[in-house]
């Protein structure tokens, strides 16, 4: 039988990346393992990239993390100073600010006292340097196709950190992917009219009553293409003009660049999009927690009810599309729905760069 795996955790910092969680195994020497599993957010896109418990958590059967890379104990005491490297330097800096405070070179002090601290305690901890971290990272990214990737990109943004304002946006902006999915899955269905497993995942997504009723957006029994639900959720909170016209600017702009792609490759896309994609990055969408208003209540229940429709591996729309199977053809297609969300909401994309410059 299989020994019970666990993980230590430290509490997120303000401001500082995700905790970085490890796993002991109970062996002859008692070895750290990293653990490729929902645990770990280099291993499973978004899998607690936003972590903010702490301590000791009991976690499901370790299947694979004997094939993991593995770290000494050395390393995980070294991690274990790096998370709290930014919060001393922030402090001590806030020392010398105090210090500082009745001179006109206190913010110039505490600055340049902050970053000597963060050199002195690089230069001591500089061998390590993240090695094993990025090892790992590096050992699962070999085996992906290159629209996995950036799947994986998608999903460790910053979800759980979204204002009201900009969920609003999200919304605005998936409703043209909506458009530009129901297209693809269109080409499809028109390249391989005999195929029954898209007629039943054409059936589900379009023309169907498996959203409604929505209060304001569908009736009990209405059917309609879920572009159109998305379309009408919009109309729920209105928002100012110049906010609309940017949104719609950056969507049309958008659906042009996707129009222009050839037609197989739209079509193999829908098998990416529906055997597991969609699933992680909405999965990923629903670590927000601002989901107030009638707009963003509608959209919730759209992400929700797609993570249903795509869950099941028998029965979901993944067994429905994955015989089209997808290649990195279809790259460019994943590449602009993250261009589109980061176009749309441009702090998720300088949060992911503050948080690559505190892993480097």
Not at 22 to 49: E, I, N, R, Y
Not at 178 to 193: D, T
Not at 278 to 301: C, D, I, M, Y
Not at 304 to 323: I, M, N
Request: glycine share 8%; net charge neutral; hydrophobic share 40%.
């Amino acid at each position: 039988m299989r020994a019970k795996a666990f993980y230590l955790g430290a509490p997120k910092l303000p401001g500082t990346a995700d905790s970085l969680p490890l796993v002991l195994k109970p062996g002859p020497a008692f070895t750290p393992m990293w653990k490729p599993d929902q645990s770990c957010s280099f291993c499973s896109p978004g899998g607690g990239a936003y972590f903010t418990g702490g301590g000791v958590r009991f976690d499901q059967d370790c299947s694979s993390a004997a094939a993991a890379p593995s770290a000494p104990l050395a390393t995980m005491m070294i991690n274990a100073i790096r998370r709290i490297e930014l919060f001393l330097c922030l402090s001590l800096s806030a020392v010398a600010a105090a210090i500082g405070g009745f001179f006109s070179t206190g913010a110039p002090l505490a600055l340049l006292f902050g970053l000597t601290w963060k050199s002195a305690l690089n230069g001591l901890l500089s061998p390590m340097n993240y090695q094993d971290l990025r090892g790992h990272r590096e050992t699962r990214m070999a085996g992906q196709r290159k629209f996995e990737r950036v799947i994986g990109e998608i999903c460790d943004l910053d979800w759980r950190g979204l204002s009201e304002q900009e969920l609003t946006d999200l919304a605005w902006a998936y409703y043209f992917f909506s458009v530009q999915f129901r297209e693809n899955l269109e080409i499809a269905r028109g390249l391989y009219p005999n195929d029954s497993k898209l007629q039943q995942l054409e059936r589900e997504e379009c023309n169907t009553d498996n959203l409604s009723p929505w209060p304001g957006v569908a009736n009990a029994g209405e059917k309609m293409n879920h572009d159109e639900f998305m379309r009408r959720l919009l109309q729920l909170s209105p928002i100012a003009d110049e906010r609309r016209s940017r949104l719609e600017e950056i969507g049309q702009s958008y659906l042009t660049s996707v129009r222009r792609m050839d037609l197989e490759t739209r079509a193999l896309s829908i098998a990416s999009y529906e055997d597991g994609g969609l699933e992680k990055v909405f999965t990923s969408f629903l670590r927000a927690e601002r989901w107030n208003g009638p707009l963003l209540q509608a959209f919730k229940h759209f992400v929700a009810e797609h993570v249903r429709f795509d869950s099941d591996p028998d029965q979901g729309h993944g067994a429905l599309s994955r015989h089209l199977k997808p290649d990195d053809r279809i790259l460019p297609l994943w590449e602009g729905f993250k261009q589109l969300v980061l176009d749309a909401i441009p702090t998720l994309g300088t949060r992911a760069k503050i948080r690559e410059l505190q892993h480097s």
